[in-house]
């Protein structure tokens, strides 16, 4: 089974390699064959200047659906599965109009080079593996079509949209901060914006409730976007109102301990939503940016790495999202009265990490998927977390340790810009090809008329 720290790795082609394990059987491959051949080819879809035949459509709906039986998942009703699927075959139709406009073709060396890969992954030579895929009733030419339009479609994806994102050292500064873990000293150079209403620290619980409720009601304007510098002219009460409150860059040590673990988790721009309770009263704080630390070179942003072990169950293997969730659950509380989380990992995680007890050593930035990354980064050390939901299943993670990256400052900047880039990548992705989809011609004919 995959280990977690592989999430990042290529998987060109894998949706052709999913589809061709989908088919059970030589036998049950001919039926689905002599089932289609009775079909009538009429158009479902039209895309552009092309179409998508009622063939097509009910060849990959049988796929999915068997390929959902096998992994004992709900089918949907047939009506709903159908305007799913043809919903999926349009976007990548459209998107394969869209790589040929665009010049991109995929020759035939590329594509047998990547089974070639495929191959090795799965430890077979070529010849083996081929043999494997025709055994599963899926001829050789349709897999080497499956992977050609994946290749396609990557190569189309890298044109549109990866090679277009940009990281700003803002962005770095600010994930380097954000990845630490909770309570760790942020390193990065603060600019904040601050609104002050002083109050004595012995002040009567009165003047105290008049003060606040003043302070919430500006709070409410700045969270409402109202233009902070101008709250700030209006009602600060600190010496650098008339700059609209602005502290400048300030290194943490300079600052409130309150005030540097309250700006933490936000992003620029962002405003702390309550009010803190200062020496001087109480004040409404606005994170404007972050930057490397312009101190020594023991206060510069570095990466860290977290030692981290997990326990994996895959819903796709016989286990419902219920189960696996209660599951786990049951585990962490046994783990909380005393239970050794590596003896679990080792009786019920199903990755490639069960055999060390789930441990997946030292973890940097960007190595597993975000769902995962996010839940390590909030635990504290020694903390074990709820079930964790990712694409593979459920995770229950517990932290061990966290520990500076090694290398230069230029190397970890570089792992962080490009761990920041592959996540912005991925929304814009997800911009880019809902834009594609409302800039198309497609009209659904027949049963999916009304796609959903």
Request: net charge neutral; charged share 25%.
């Amino acid at each position: 089974m995959a280990n977690v720290k592989m999430f990042r790795s290529t998987a060109i082609a894998a949706g052709a390699l999913a589809a061709a394990l989908i088919l059970s059987s030589p036998a049950g491959a001919q039926a689905l064959s002599n089932r289609n051949a009775q079909l009538a080819d009429s158009v479902v879809a039209v895309v552009n200047d092309g179409v998508i035949t009622q063939r097509e459509l009910q060849e990959r709906t049988a796929l999915i659906a068997k390929r959902l039986q096998q992994q004992n998942a709900p089918v949907p009703p047939a009506d709903q599965m159908q305007r799913q699927v043809l919903d999926q075959m349009v976007l990548e139709r459209i998107q394969l109009q869209r790589a040929k406009e665009d010049g991109i073709v995929v020759d035939d060396a590329t594509v047998n080079r990547t089974l070639s890969r495929l191959a090795q992954q799965n430890q077979m030579t070529l010849d083996v593996y081929r043999a494997r895929i025709e055994a599963q009733g899926v001829p050789w030419s349709t897999f080497m079509r499956d992977a050609r339009t994946e290749l396609t479609l990557s190569k189309l994806r890298e044109k549109e949209v990866d090679s277009k994102v940009t990281v700003s050292d803002g962005e770095v500064a600010n994930y380097i901060a954000s990845q630490r873990g909770p309570g760790a000293r942020n390193a990065s150079d603060l600019r904040l914006q601050h609104i002050m209403f002083k109050l004595p620290s012995d002040a009567p619980e009165s003047d105290v409730a008049k003060v606040q409720a003043q302070a919430d009601a500006v709070l409410k304007q700045a969270q409402a976007g109202d233009d902070f510098a101008k709250l700030a002219k209006q009602n600060s009460q600190d010496t650098d109102a008339g700059k609209g409150g602005d502290l400048g860059f300030r290194a943490p040590g300079s600052l409130p301990a309150g005030i540097v673990s309250a700006v933490s988790t936000l992003r620029p721009g962002q405003v702390v939503p309550t009010l803190l309770r200062t020496d001087g009263g109480f004040e409404i704080i606005k994170l404007v940016d972050r930057r490397a630390s312009q101190g020594t070179a023991a206060d510069a942003p570095k990466l860290v790495q977290t030692h981290v072990r997990h326990i994996l169950l895959r819903v796709s293997d016989g286990m419902s999202e219920q189960s696996a969730r209660q599951k786990l659950l049951d585990i962490k509380q046994q783990v909380a009265a005393g239970g050794d989380f590596a003896n679990f990992a080792r009786t019920y995680s199903q990755d490639g990490s069960a055999s060390q007890g789930g441990d997946l050593g030292w973890i940097s930035p960007g190595e597993t998927v975000p769902e995962f990354e996010r839940a390590m980064n909030n635990l504290q050390d020694g903390a074990v977390s709820d079930p964790v939901r990712s694409e593979y299943g459920y995770h229950l993670i517990q932290v061990l340790g966290r520990r500076d990256a090694e290398g230069s400052a230029t190397q970890q900047l570089d792992i962080a810009r490009q761990a920041i880039g592959q996540r912005k990548a991925e929304q814009a992705y997800s911009d880019w090809l809902r834009e594609l989809r409302d800039t198309a011609y497609v009209q659904y004919k027949g049963i999916a008329a009304q796609p959903q």
